[in-house]
T-cell receptor, first 120, second 106 residues
Framework: QITLKESGPALVKPTQTLTLTCTFS??????????VGWIRQPPGKALEWLAL???????RYNPSLQSRLTITKDTSKNQVVLTMTNMDPADTATYYC????????????WGQGSLITVSS | IQLTQSPSSLSASVGDRVTITCRAS??????LAWYQQVPGKAPKVLIYAASILQSGVPSRFSGSGSGTDFTLTISSLQPEDFATYYC?????????FGQGTKLDIK
């Protein structure tokens, strides 16, 4: 059974750095073709893809946020970590992690989401 | 690649046939998925590679298209289908989603 779960602070102050952890089970990020990504959704708005890390440590970022994002993986812990610097109230959103496989495969398994509010 | 869904919202009745369109700003083949999202829940994949039904998804959902125009069709709406639907492309980075189509009960 494949599961993913996001964890992180519910509240972040403006200018702070957000660290989100995705802990997964049921698959391995050492398996060829597997990737874990982050997607966010502001309240009442559409989904936005943020970043992705592949089994071979290739990393991809959304250019609109690339200067603020870092994605890393820890295969021994089955975790993927996303850091986002210089948080702003506009970054208030539910943050999801999700798995996909290389090719035309979608994000097939998603975490439940973690609502992050940016406020002083 | 910008994805534009139409309509943005849609009212329909149980049993209706519904079609949602996703238009891409540049053409590609197959690297498109459709998701369903109910309020407070994570998106759930329905269709990938433009037309392949994800395992476990009812056969009333179907997808088609290539190039710049893709469609999601629900052949006979069920009560549990009232939700928001998103398309997403995997053809090039950054991956992008459509703005969503909210389907509600007429």
């Amino acid at each position: 059974q494949i599961t993913l779960k996001e964890s992180g602070p519910a509240l972040v102050k403006p200018t702070q750095t957000l660290t989100l952890t995705c802990t997964f089970s049921g698959f391995s990020l050492t398996t060829s073709g597997v990737a874990v990504g982050w997607i966010r959704q502001p309240p009442g708005k559409a989904l936005e893809w943020l970043a992705l890390v592949y089994w071979d440590d290739e990393k991809r970022y959304n250019p609109s946020l690339q200067s603020r994002l870092t994605i890393t993986k820890d295969t021994s812990k089955n975790q993927v970590v996303l850091t986002m610097t210089n948080m702003d109230p506009a970054d208030t959103a539910t943050y999801y992690c999700a798995r996909r496989r290389y090719g035309d495969f979608p994000f097939d398994y998603w975490g439940q989401g973690s609502l992050i509010t940016v406020s002083s | 690649i910008q994805l534009t869904q139409s309509p943005s919202s849609l009212s329909a009745s149980v049993g209706d046939r519904v079609t949602i369109t996703c238009r891409a700003s540049q053409g590609f083949s197959s690297y498109l998925a459709w998701y369903q999202q109910v309020p407070g829940k994570a998106p759930k994949v329905l269709i990938y590679a433009a037309s392949i039904l994800q395992s476990g998804v009812p056969s009333r959902f179907s997808g088609s298209g290539s190039g710049t125009d893709f469609t999601l069709t629900i052949s006979s709406l069920q009560p549990e289908d009232f939700a928001t639907y998103y398309c997403q492309q995997f053809y090039s980075y950054p991956y992008t989603f459509g703005q969503g189509t909210k389907l509600d009960i007429k």
